[in-house]
């Protein structure tokens, strides 16, 4: 009998070749797990490619509610930014995937669970399954089975299959913004505006400024202009309004062990804003004190993530100590946005 091998499934050339090549090469059936986090791809589409590729069976699970009730709200209340800036969306992808792999390798009955992840990003994955069932096997396709670029080019090829579209840019989308990791670049000169999909450039935004008005509920945003919505659908909102002004975009210079340098570049209209608006207004209604242990705490809880420890008893320390402020951060924040610009312009506490 052939063993089962759950895979993290995106959809892309990476994953599709790595069905095949686990078929061949594991002597498994492989069953592939496609989250919705919110990005932009069709599922339907996934789903029949996953399928196609060489799965026996192929899941697509609906988690974007899930995702920001357990995942980016708490990340949001506790103001946690990679280094102070930087919106987290593919490092809290990571535990929700693994979360979903975790479940459905107990439901097909199956001790391997492999992906497409290396290096910090596989650390972020890795952890978090070990943490929820530490009798998985984890397999990272690339780190240890060495399918990286030209063993995927390779392998296409003799499937049949186009590698035309390889390149070394990594993109992870999901609700909370968009990550493009491009490897090997020194960031000497502009990034190219055909990255950005969700951000309009600042050439195109609007000749006038729109004002939103963000209320919130013991830290969680609730609406929009005095319109309540559920928080998904107030993200999608966001993103739209702060993306046609061209806010959210971002970028940084990774450096890493081997010594080579990548730049990211980040599209986070939503999760920009709304780190703005909570963050001020926890700040209007804390006393000094408190908002200097929330900076601290907000360091640790982004340190904790970007680890890979989410599932950890530190986070779940760090979310009661949130917890007791967020009763108070109960309000309204005004933001313009204006050319790329996300300003705070009023703030109000409700009692």
């Known amino acids: 009998m052939k063993k089962s091998i759950v895979l993290a499934y995106s959809g892309g050339l990476r994953s599709s070749v790595a069905i095949p090549w686990l078929v061949e090469r594991g002597d498994a059936d492989v069953i592939t797990v496609t989250l919705d986090l919110g990005q932009s791809a069709d599922l339907v589409a996934v789903r029949e490619r996953a399928m196609a590729s060489?799965?026996?069976?192929?899941?697509?699970?609906?988690?974007?509610?899930?995702?920001?009730?357990?995942?980016?709200?708490?990340t949001l209340k506790a103001d946690a930014l990679s280094e102070g800036r930087y919106p987290m969306a593919t490092a809290l992808g990571r535990p929700m995937i693994a979360k979903k792999l975790a479940e459905i390798a107990r439901l097909e009955n199956a001790t391997i669970v492999a992906h497409g992840c290396s290096g910090r990003d596989r650390v972020r994955l890795a952890r978090p399954l070990r943490a929820l069932d530490p009798s998985l096997t984890e397999l990272a396709l690339v780190d240890e089975w060495g399918l990286a670029n030209a063993a995927i080019a390779g392998y296409a090829d003799r499937l049949g299959i186009s590698s035309a579209g390889l390149t070394e840019e990594r993109v992870d989308d999901n609700l909370w913004g968009r990550t493009?990791?491009?490897?090997?670049?020194?960031?000497?000169?502009?990034?190219?505006?055909?990255?950005?999909?969700?951000?309009?450039?600042?050439?195109?935004?609007?000749?006038?400024?729109?004002?939103?008005?963000?209320?919130?509920?013991?830290?969680?945003?609730?609406?929009?202009?005095?319109?309540?919505?559920?928080?998904?659908?107030?993200?999608e909102s966001l993103s739209t309004i702060a993306g046609e002004h061209g806010c959210?975009?971002?970028?940084?210079?990774?450096?890493?062990?081997?010594?080579?340098?990548?730049?990211?570049?980040?599209?986070?209209?939503?999760?920009?804003?709304?780190?703005?608006?909570?963050?001020?207004?926890?700040?209007f209604v804390s006393s000094d004190n408190v908002d200097r242990f929330l900076r601290t705490l907000s360091s640790t809880y982004a340190d904790a993530i970007d680890r890979g420890d989410w599932f950890d008893r530190l986070r779940s320390a760090l979310d009661a100590s949130v917890g007791a402020v967020q009763s108070g951060v109960t309000g309204t924040v005004r933001i313009r946005l204006f050319k790329g610009d996300c300003r705070v312009v009023g703030r109000s506490a409700n009692p």
């Open 54 to 74: 060489g799965a026996i069976r192929s899941h697509v699970l609906d988690t974007r509610e899930e995702f920001v009730r357990d995942f980016v709200l708490p």
């Open 180 to 235: 493009i990791g491009r490897r090997g670049d020194d960031a000497a000169e502009e990034a190219p505006e055909t990255l950005f999909k969700i951000t309009r450039p600042l050439a195109q935004t609007p000749a006038q400024p729109a004002t939103v008005a963000i209320s919130f509920e013991h830290g969680a945003p609730t609406g929009i202009n005095g319109v309540v919505m559920p928080l998904v659908e107030l993200i």
């Open 248 to 283: 959210g975009r971002l970028e940084r210079v990774k450096n890493h062990s081997d010594g080579s340098r990548s730049r990211a570049v980040y599209e986070a209209p939503a999760a920009a804003v709304l780190h703005l608006a909570h963050s001020e207004l926890e700040r």
